[in-house]
């Protein structure tokens, strides 16, 4: 082949080349299209629930059982009546039970939901088999008299009688095993019967049919008042005792978390306003328990020298119920009293700002 040629057919050969090149798409790619931008992430944070909220109960409609009316567990009443359950959520009823024994009883029979009494009664529940626990102590302190007829003024005048309490193991036994100590007395001397909650215990007084009695400091006036004498003042004494404690049922407890931490947290508002508020304590009080307004002051005012506010305990509110326990029952002696009560509660109020939202000193 002459060289003219063939260098014609190389350039022909070559365009060929660049033609097929070009129709298959191998030597040229279309560029790739840039991302579609995406809208940044929303910086700002999800909103946060305002401090002290609380959490919607389990339970909105609950039975509260009271055994005695006096200013010490006066907080869930007030908790009712003012209205405090209801704006939480909460239809509380409450009612009124004679002792510790009767308040108790209906609360292991599922009769209540929250029973409010001394925190014996909890250690006590440990060995049965509805065992019970105290989330918030409504006052720590002994304040109790021992009352007794007029003609009965000294430790040689009590040898023999009787000295009406509410339950055996309970507060006012408690209460009447420490003024007997304090009369140097053994329980040789004196004759310890129940008679059930302080109005039944002041009724026998005022029938004549008890010689002596546990009654409140708060009624001392109304006491001297009507007569009678004041053997033994435990106020002075300073002894430190759960007097009313917020029971529930463990099993009960288990299945409505949110609802106790709503109940605690109501009766800490109604405790509070002991404080902040005690025109309106005062009124409400007369009104539950049908007193001359000036009464219930005096007694709102008592309340507050001696009261918990923060509701909180050190372990021995506790370990002096069982050793008064321990006397009429020794199987209570292995018990250990932390079984009895439960505090996460109340630190989950102090944890989401509920004691500060209501204006009350954290524990």
Known sequence: ???????????????????????????????????????????????????????????????????????SQFASKAAEVLGIFAENGITAEVLVFEGDGKTTAALQAGQLDVAMVGVSSAVSSQITDSPMVVLSVNAVLLTDNIVCQGDVKTADDIKGK????STFGGTSNGAALLGIK????????????????????????Q??????????????????????????????????WGRSGMAVRKDWLAQNPNTALVLVASALAAQNLYWTDPAKMAQAYADFNQLDL????????????????????????????????????????????SSAYDRSFLQKLVDIGYYEKIGSPAP
Do not use: Y
Not at 308 to 333: C, H, Q
């Open 294 to 337: 000036a009464d219930a002051e005096k007694q709102v005012t008592d309340f507050v020298e001696i009261g918990n506010r923060s509701m909180t305990w050190t372990d021995g509110a506790f370990e002096n119920p069982k050793e008064v326990l321990a006397t009429v029952n020794p199987d209570i002696t292995d018990v250990p009293v």
């Open 1 to 71: 082949m002459t060289q003219p040629k063939r260098t014609r057919l190389l350039g022909l050969l070559a365009v060929a080349s660049l033609a097929f090149a070009a129709c298959s798409g191998g030597a040229t790619t279309a560029p790739t299209p840039a991302p579609t931008p995406t809208a940044a992430p929303d910086a700002t944070p999800a909103p946060t629930e305002p401090p002290g909220t609380l959490p919607t109960p389990e339970l909105t409609s609950v039975k509260i059982g009271l055994s005695v009316t006096e200013t």
């Open 207 to 240: 029938g004549g049919s008890i010689e002596c009695a546990v009654v409140d400091s708060n009624l001392e006036d109304d006491m001297i008042a009507q007569g009678f004498s004041i053997l033994v003042h435990l106020k002075t004494a300073g002894v430190e």
């Open 182 to 205: 304090a009369l140097n007395l053994t329980t040789n001397d004196v004759v310890i019967t129940q008679v059930g909650g302080q109005s039944a215990r002041i009724a026998a007084l």
């Open 162 to 165: 009787r000295i009406a309490i």
